[in-house]
Every structure is written in C-alpha cells, then in structure tokens.
C-alpha cells in the first residue's frame, strides 16, 4: 500500500498537547497492525535542542542515532515502542542550512533562492524521506508551534502542497482549545473557529478537530464548530482533561478517532486495536494504592519538563510493582549539610539527575554522601554517575580536591575528565558521545542482575568520563566498575554492592523506557525502593 501521511497542527495556544494526540494515533493505529512513524517539525532556527537551555525548551531527547531532538519524540517512543532517529526531528535551522549547503555547491545552477520553491521543497523532502524508505503505512508528521505565527508559515505552504499532490494519501488534524469562562460559565467557540479560518486563509481544510478543553462539549455546540469550520460532525473529536496522558488513546478510540483516519485515508476499518497489554497498565495505575516516594535531586527540578523522561521512567515502573508514585523534587543548589537529614530522611530513594555545569553540583555531592552513609537506594545519571566518583573519591578515597575537569580544569585528581582523543577537539558537540552504545556488565552485578543480561545497549549524552586511571583505587576501596563499553574499555556503571542499591550510569536509561516496556534498572530500583520502605517500618 502507498504511505498515508497525516498532518499535525495547532492553534489559540501551544502546549496544548500536539504530541500526546499524535503519539495517541499512531499508539491506536499500531495496535491495529499498521507500521506508523512520527516525525516532528520544529520552527526554531536553532539546528537542534542540544544546546537549547531546559528553561526554554525543557528535555533534550536523545535518538538511537545519536540525535539531539525534541522531548516530544519521548512522548512517540514511550506511546509506541518504536525507536526514533535523527529523521524523525527537523528544525527551520536545519532546514535553512541544507538549502544554504546546496546554494553554495551549486546545485540550484544560480538560480535566485527562494522560500517558495527552495525552502518549501526542502521541507517537503524530509515529510518524504521516511516514506520513501517503503518501511511504514502511515507517517504522523506535527507541524511545531501555532497557526499564525510567522515561524510556522513555510511548514504550513508545504503542508498545502503536499495535500494537494497526496489527494486521498494526506490528512489535516487541527488541535484547537476551546476554554472555558468561569464568570459566564461557557464554553467559547470563537478561539476555535478564528484558528480554522487562519488555516483556512492558507489554502488548508482540516479533515478532523481535535478539541482540548476542561469540560464536557455537548453534542450541539461541537455541531456549531462543525459548521463552521466545514468539518463533518462526526470528525469534532473533544480531547478532555485527564489524570494520566496514557489514558488520551483509550479516551479517543472511544470517539472512533483511528476509525475515521483510516476511512479518510481510503483504508479498511476491521475489528478492535489491540489494546490489552495497555489497559492492563492503566489497571495497575488506577488500582494501585500504596505509595513509593522517590527524591529527585537536581538543578532544574521547577521545570516540569526538564527531567520528562526520568519522570516517566520513574512512573512506569512503580506503576508496574502496584505503587502510586509520589516524586519530590529537591533543588540542589539548596541541599546542604545542614538541612540534608530533613530533606532526604523521609524518601524510599534518590536519583541524582544528569545535567552540565558547576551549579547545584555541592548539594549532589551531599546528597550522595548522606545517602551513601545511610544505605538509601540511589541511582545516580550521566553527571549523578559522575557525582558519585567525585564524592566517593573525596570521602572514601581520601583525595579531597578530587573533580571532574568540567568543573575544575586543574583539579590534582582528576577522576572526571576528557579522555586523551577528544581534548585536541575544539567544536563542543564533536567530543559528545551521543546514541546507543554497547555495554557490558559484570555477570554478578546487581545491574547484571536487573537487566537479566551482560550485553546491553543504552543512549549516552555526555562529554567527559570516568578516568581509569583510577579504576584500581576505587575498587579496592569498595566501589566497583561492573559495565564498560566494550570496544573502548571506559566505564559505564558502577555499583557499591556492599550497599542495598546503590547505582550509578553513565548513559541515560530514561530514554528507552516505554509503557509497555520499562527499562529493567528502573524496575530494578523501585523495587529496592519497596523493599527499603518496609524495612524502615
């Protein structure tokens, strides 16, 4: 069969959930058997989110491949099991940069480089280029932003384009909001129908609505917008409010939502989507009554967004040992020796987040520390991994000064630092070891033990490491180095398995935690987390 491609795309406001709708759809049409992809286009010009700061744009994800992308691609793998790559993310900024590329060799023979055809065309074959590969029936393309701001005008030409020449093969899904006036106690219309006819004005008809909104839309009033924004009735889908976004696919394959995309893109409707496997995750969510409380010491812990993944890993897997998950987040910059019993005696366990920089980086060290002393499971990530040498280097080791050469270029002890090839590389990103790699474990390790395997693969986004040349010292002081990168020999986890859970990773497990398949050293954590609960009692 030809690839179907739908489309997208949102307006009155953003954050309204663009992501979570189309990772709905394209968890509802795998379920029915079909091989579907998501991409996301972004119309910022930075050429990705690598170097975008948390407070701007929240998590920076990570692909398989090595790419930095939008935490939206979170949201597709999480809902979808399918594994992302550098094709799936495209930013103005790179789009420019290609069309930039070919300008200068050449390619356009002289010709004088416009947005419309260069830039639209340039859009339109990275829409393709999954496609093109014969690997999928449908791609979710969402189009980043709102309708009407000026950023996302080019997209919006080439989505026009692409309509036309895909007929029967293409799909426009809106996502409006239709608030709420508390004085008049009404739902209001009007942001909805002035979005439809910004679309409109630039020659795109939506074929569904998908209505955000915090009270029920009566059966009339979505027939008002139906009229007025030439949508049929039964294509004015309300996405409402709930308490878990991984109860939004059963919410809308209740309103027949995968039925009419494939009836609008000319496919057969048969049968049920295979849902059971995810029902029985909301079950144990819903009916899990005993809590599990899990401390979350980093730098950015008032950013709902900046630790996303480690969230719904952490989410995950207490949903799967039947515990409601109580996350409290601790800022680092203010945990120290004198406040630390108060903020962390209370807790099941800690995760000591990733991140870069000096700030905040005292209080993880106290952190570990209080930790390490009071046998409390911990999981440190990346720079928590990092921490943990620092810290066990200083209190255990006896080297006082030890630091990461991030933090303090002429540290004496130098057990973080750029290995010996990438300190002759000037241009940042190119010393970042970014994607998945191999790791080998310790065969009696406890992270050997969680994974239930000795060859795994993980996604890293880090710059410095774990010096060997102090690999020795630190495992004869009880700190052992149970996974390292096979080809290279540099460390990747380390364990004190003297202790109850005590764990640290150089890469980042969140990223390939999904609903239907959490990462095994979450699992393995919580667990310990239970375990340490019951015995405090």
Not at 119 to 145: Q, S, Y
Not at 194 to 216: A, C, M, N
Not at 509 to 523: A, C, D, G, K, W
């Amino acid at each position: 069969m030809e690839t179907k491609y739908i489309f997208v795309t949102g307006g009155v406001v953003s954050s309204l959930g663009k992501g979570i709708i189309s990772s709905s759809l394209a968890c509802l049409l795998k379920a029915r058997g079909y091989r579907v992809t998501i991409q996301k286009f972004d119309p910022y010009i930075n050429i990705d989110p690598g170097t975008l700061n948390p407070y701007e744009h929240g998590e920076c994800y990570v692909t398989v491949d090595g790419h930095e992308a939008d935490l939206d691609l979170g949201h597709y793998e999480r809902f979808t099991d399918i594994q992302t790559t550098r094709a799936n993310n495209v930013t103005t900024g790179r789009v420019y940069q290609s069309v930039i590329d070919k300008e200068r060799r050449g390619d356009y023979l002289g010709k004088t480089v416009q947005i419309v055809p260069h830039i639209t065309d340039e859009i339109k074959r990275n829409v393709k280029m999954l496609g093109n590969t014969g690997n999928f029936d449908f791609i979710i393309t969402e189009i980043g932003g709102t309708v009407g701001d000026i950023e996302s005008l080019p997209y919006l030409e080439s989505v026009r384009q692409l309509r036309w020449e895909m007929g029967t093969n293409s799909l426009c899904i809106h996502l409006t909001y239709v608030p709420y006036i508390a004085a008049a106690k009404e739902l209001k219309t009007k942001p909805t129908q002035h979005s439809v006819k910004k679309l409109q004005e630039v020659g795109i008809q939506p074929d569904i609505l998908v209505l955000r909104t915090e009270k029920d839309i009566s059966p009339e009033m979505r027939r008002k917008i139906a009229l007025f924004c030439n949508v049929a009735p039964e294509a004015v889908i309300q996405s409402i409010d709930v308490d878990s976004i991984y109860k939004v696919p059963i919410k809308m394959h209740e309103q027949h939502f995968d039925e009419i995309v494939l009836r609008k893109t000319c496919m057969p409707v048969e049968g049920e989507p295979h849902m059971q496997p995810w029902l029985d995750f909301l079950k144990k969510m819903d009916n899990a009554t005993e809590t599990v409380t899990i401390g979350l010491v980093g730098k950015y812990v008032e950013l709902q967004d900046a630790y996303k993944s480690i969230n719904e890993a952490l989410f995950q897997a207490a949903t799967y040992s039947d515990r409601k998950l109580k996350l409290i987040y601790i800022h680092s910059e203010k945990l120290n020796e004198s406040n630390v019993d108060e903020k962390l005696s209370p807790l099941d366990g800690v995760v000591i987040a990733p991140g870069f920089g000096q700030r905040g980086i005292e209080g993880k060290f106290v952190a570990l520390k209080w930790c390490r002393e009071h046998d409390v499971p911990t999981f440190g990530i990346c720079l928590g991994m990092q921490c943990m040498v620092i810290e066990f280097a200083r209190n255990v080791l006896g080297l006082d000064e030890a630091n990461s050469t991030e933090m303090n270029p002429t540290t004496p002890y130098n057990v973080i630092d750029l290995m010996e090839e990438q300190k002759s590389i000037s241009n940042m990103g190119g010393t970042m070891r970014l994607g998945a790699y191999d790791c080998r474990l310790a065969p009696n390790s406890k992270v050997a033990e969680a994974y239930g395997a000795t060859d795994i693969r993980e996604r890293h986004r880090h710059r410095f490491e774990f010096n060997n040349d102090y690999r020795q010292r630190f495992e004869e002081a009880g700190m052992a180095c149970v996974g390292e990168n096979p080809e290279t020999g540099l460390v990747e986890v380390v364990e004190i398995p003297g202790k109850r859970w005590y764990i640290g990773t150089q890469y980042h497990p969140e990223y390939s935690s999904t609903v239907l398949s959490p990462n095994p050293i979450f699992r393995s954590f919580i667990n310990a987390a239970i375990e340490y609960k019951k015995e405090k009692k």
